[in-house]
């Protein structure tokens, strides 16, 4: 039997996230060239796929068919694979299991994957507005759910009235990821770091959320390169960083089909992992670092609970406990996540590739010790899908 | 060189008065855009319906055109609840969507029927912490702007209407 080819991350970079004075593909650029900073010695023309993850690209820069786009502005001349893909908040970590698919089989040998989005409009309602688009449209969108503040609030009242989690608990969640974030050149709310005293006090954005439980919109792209093991190891002498497993998991769109007892409980979280981590023939015990998805603090604590890194339900005081620290059982978000790096969001899951490879290869700026296995998670709008990618210094055998 | 005449138009001229399908916050309810469209005439005689599979007997919300769980195609139209309790409740003072007013407050509702266990309702008809984790809703439905259709030369006119909830005095 043929031996089978192993995909890995090479390197990656990001734009500038944040309000933007850029057009989408400006900040492709910049991605691209963060890139290549990243990988020395990267050219367009070592490149046969590219795979954009966008879901803003049509609304706000008029720009459908973006792959062609950005193939145009970076002077790629894809041959293997060349598409747009949506998953909302996930987006890239898709477009990483898509390219992982085709460097193991064979199709491609360098695929760029990139994340874009261009959030910001000349007013701000539309903006808002615009977000209608991403919840079923003709039934949840159609009862005022837009942004996605009031519905994780919810999902936080529920939690904190099954199993007592506190607003104190929640803030320790941004308060570990602000010290992480505050290094990040790139991060949206970059140098700056954050106390439980400001985190409590801040403006109510959606009961019982303040400004820093959630995170902000933003405008950013991301880029990667996955690649066969040949080929990585012709571009970059660094330790190789394998992808071992995949899982991606949807159950519903319209909040008629939620999966859960109560919005407090993530089944179709806990089914993604459980597949990402068969592929991966790994456990949860095994991951050295995280890059969980913090759209909200109550998500990161949630998303410990389903992903195995502690008991459900015991995600408050696990957060506050330091276990999410550098030193503790879990880091996790240790470039700030998407409260402090921000989240444009087909970009966010490829910026928390970057981060897990740098960790993987002893060069991340808030290293964990010894990292071997990491792992990616996001979930998709109003949590209607998540997505799970798990790391390691070694292939599957 | 011509000096660049300072242009008395802000905006974008085609949309003074014009429909754009790409805004609308509101379903196409009339036939000719989609099949469920039972759902939104039953809206229009004050009824809550959604479709029932008569090969499997599953119940789904919302109505569909084949049985998600078996994937027949002979379904039904059958009654759902009106009422229904509050789970969880949430009022949002800044960002509310264009076209919906502050505070706007949405609510995780539960019926007692297999097909709504869960439902995102919004609440109108209530003063801002008004409504509380356990009270009771009732369905009300009310009109949202029409839209227009263009049948070969002509253009009709399509009302349309829509559903919320509202606090079931105690």
């Not at chain 1, 894809?78 to 898509?98: F, H, Q």
């Not at chain 1, 969980?292 to 015991?314: A, N, V, W």
Request: proline letters at 5%.
């Amino acid at each position: 039997m043929a031996q089978k080819k192993n995909a890995v991350i090479v390197g990656g970079g990001t734009s500038k996230f944040g309000v933007r004075q850029a057009h989408i593909l400006d900040m492709v650029q910049e991605a691209a060239r963060a890139c290549a900073n990243d990988i020395p010695g990267l050219k367009p023309t070592d490149i046969d796929g590219l795979i954009i993850a966008s879901t803003m690209a049509g609304r706000h820069s008029s720009a459908l068919n973006t792959a062609p786009l950005v193939v145009h502005r970076l002077g790629l001349k894809p041959t293997s694979i060349c598409i747009r893909l949506d998953t909302l908040c996930a987006g890239s970590n898709s477009a990483i299991i898509v390219a992982k698919g085709l460097v193991e089989s064979g199709i491609s040998e360098v695929v760029l994957v990139m994340g874009a989005e261009k959030v910001y409009m000349p007013q701000r309602w539309e903006t808002n507005y615009t977000q209608l688009a991403v919840n079923d449209h003709d039934w949840d969108s159609a009862m005022g759910l837009g942004v996605p503040p009031p519905f994780f609030a919810m999902i936080a009242r529920m939690h904190m009235k099954r199993y007592g989690t506190t607003k104190e608990q929640m803030a320790h969640v941004s308060v570990t990821n602000y010290t992480y974030g505050t290094d990040s050149p790139n991060a949206h709310f970059g140098g700056r770091t954050l106390t439980i005293k400001e985190a409590l006090e801040a403006r109510l954005i959606a009961d019982p959320f303040g400004l820093y439980d959630c995170c902000p919109l933003s405008d950013g792209a991301s880029a990667v390169i996955i690649a066969s093991e040949e080929r990585a190891k012709a571009m970059s002498n660094r330790p190789l960083v394998y992808l071992r497993g995949t899982g991606q998991h949807a159950t519903h769109s319209m909040s008629a089909g939620w999966p859960g007892e109560t919005l407090a409980e993530w089944p179709h979280l806990k089914k993604a992992s459980e597949v990402a981590f068969k592929n991966a023939q790994l456990t949860s015990k095994d991951i050295d670092v995280a890059q969980t998805h913090d759209c909200f603090t109550i998500s990161e604590i949630i998303e410990l609970e389903e992903l195995g890194f502690c008991k459900k339900g015991e995600g408050g005081a696990f957060v506050a406990s330091g276990a999410i620290k550098i030193d503790g059982k879990i880091p996790t978000n240790t470039d700030g996540g998407l409260l402090v790096y921000g989240h444009p969001f087909g970009a966010s899951g490829a910026r928390q590739a970057i981060e897990i490879c740098k960790q993987l290869q002893g060069r991340a700026i808030h290293q964990v010790k010894d990292a071997k296995f990491g792992l990616t998670h996001n979930l998709s709008g109003t949590c209607a899908q998540h997505t799970v990618v798990v790391y390691g210094r070694e292939p599957v055998k | 060189m011509t000096e660049l005449q300072k242009s008395e138009i802000v905006g974008t001229p085609a949309l003074n008065n014009v429909y754009i399908g790409e805004m609308d916050m509101w379903p196409l309810e009339s036939p000719e855009f989609n099949r469920i469209y039972p759902f939104y005439d039953n809206l229009r005689a004050g009824k809550f319906t959604t479709t029932k599979c008569k090969k499997c007997g599953h119940i789904t919300f919302p109505p569909q055109v084949i049985c998600p769980k078996c994937w027949a195609e002979e379904l039904e139209w059958v009654e759902l609840p009106q009422k229904a309790k509050v789970v969880a409740i949430t009022e949002t003072q800044a960002g509310a969507p264009l076209g919906f007013e502050s505070p706007l407050i949405i609510a995780w509702l539960t019926f007692d029927h297999p097909a709504l266990k869960h439902l995102i309702g919004r609440i109108i008809h209530a003063k801002e912490g008004e409504v509380k984790e356990g009270d009771e809703v009732k369905f009300v439905t009310f009109s949202v702007p029409a839209n227009p259709v263009e049948v070969k030369k002509d253009t009709k006119i399509c009302d349309r209407v829509f559903y919320a909830f509202e606090p079931v005095k105690k």
